[in-house]
């Protein structure tokens, strides 16, 4: 299921491949996220063309939203939105927790009221489980519970013991059936939960390994290292996922740290708002510094918007309130984290990750090539 191709010299980055029944992906990866069955305002072919070769969809929507017996006449989730290659599906843990009108989580599950209708529903790890074999993820991800931070020890033990047991059930409704499932490591930013939790999971033998509960409001510091510590834990065959990582120097610091797997929605809700990532940081292309700016986004980009279109052009569409603004500032975000990630993986392969991240993180943070 995971092979690894091979392990930086000099650091803990490593180059891999994850198969599943739909195919096979190259890791380090970013997984575009598709929440509700779609990547906000692109096209799949965009998307795919972009270099995309796994994208993540969110279990608690597609259930609402057009419902499971809809996917399921549809022949699955792959067929319901065209796309034929890997999608990975979050259980909606999170967002239960961060959306739903009301809530009340038991040790049996979560009872809940939908953000869209009101509509009242109680899912157990059981039905989180079935409800993405109905979709049919190739990696599933169990019902976790993540605290925010900053929370107490007590808090944290009580929600990181329930995500044990919870991973335990979800363990035992995927059986031998299809599909990879994840563990979710919690424990917030206590270590002794952390390492607690991860021997737990550990010795359940998941399929691969997530660390939850990061980036919810930690600085830099304090989640770089909640990820290497939980990254030391886990077993160095199987893969390890950041979720909700996306920023792209938090990205190359998790790489260096041994992670394999990325999610967020950060490059289209950006590009959306009109703010474009390039490998000199962060620009605001509805500012008034680009009207007369004829350069491409990124001179070092190769992505369809960047050979085609200039700074002045999209200032104009964003300011015109021409949907096709957002379009193209969303692509580009996306081609440009998928690049990032094809750049880590052939540093990787020549033992030159370090030398990356460092000539990466220069420019970036010092825009010293804008």
């Not at 598709?34 to 259930?63: P, S």
């Not at 292309?285 to 009207?291: D, F, G, H, V």
Request: hydrophobic share 40%.
């Amino acid at each position: 299921m995971f092979e690894i191709i091979h392990q930086d010299k000099n650091s803990k980055a490593r180059l891999g491949q994850i198969t599943t029944e739909h195919g096979q992906f190259d890791t380090p990866a970013f997984m575009t996220v598709g929440t509700h069955a779609t990547v906000k305002g692109l096209m799949f072919k965009d998307v795919q063309e972009a270099g995309a070769q796994i994208i993540l969809a969110n279990a608690y929507h597609v259930f609402l939203r057009p419902g499971i017996q809809i996917i399921k006449k549809a022949g699955g989730l792959h067929k319901f939105m065209s796309w034929d290659k890997p999608i990975l599906t979050d259980s909606g843990g999170y967002q239960v927790f961060s959306l739903a009108l009301y809530r009340k989580i038991s040790d049996q599950g979560v009872e809940f009221q939908s953000h869209i209708d009101g509509s009242k529903h109680f899912l157990t790890p059981e039905d989180i489980i079935k409800i993405q074999q109905s979709l049919g993820s190739d990696i599933m991800m169990p019902l976790d519970e993540c605290v925010q931070y900053p929370c107490t020890k007590e808090e944290s033990r009580v929600a990181m013991e329930r995500t044990v047991a919870w991973a335990k059930r979800s363990k035992d409704a995927h059986g031998d059936a299809k599909g990879l499932l994840f563990g979710i490591v919690q424990g917030a930013t206590y270590e002794d939960l952390r390492r607690d939790c991860a021997k737990r999971l550990v010795d359940m033998n998941f399929d691969g390994y997530s660390i939850g509960g990061v980036s919810v409001g930690e600085s830099s510091n304090l989640i770089y290292n909640i990820i290497e510590l939980v990254a030391g834990l886990l077993p160095l065959d199987k893969p390890r996922y950041a979720m909700g990582i996306g920023y792209p120097f938090d990205i190359v610091e998790a790489v260096d740290r041994g992670v394999d797997m990325f999610d967020c929605v950060i490059p289209t809700r950006y590009g959306r708002n009109g703010t474009a990532f390039t490998s000199c940081g962060k620009i605001t292309i509805r500012n008034a510094a680009y009207t007369e700016d004829f350069r491409p986004l990124d001179a070092k980009c190769g992505c369809y918007v960047c050979q085609n279109f200039s700074r002045a052009y999209l200032r104009h569409l964003f300011n015109a309130k021409e949907m096709l603004g957002l379009v193209l500032v969303s692509l580009h975000n996306v081609y440009f984290f998928l690049d990032l990630m094809r750049q880590i993986r052939q540093a990787i392969k020549v033992d030159k990750f370090s030398q990356f991240k460092q000539s990466f993180l220069i420019n970036y943070n010092n825009q010293i090539c804008a």
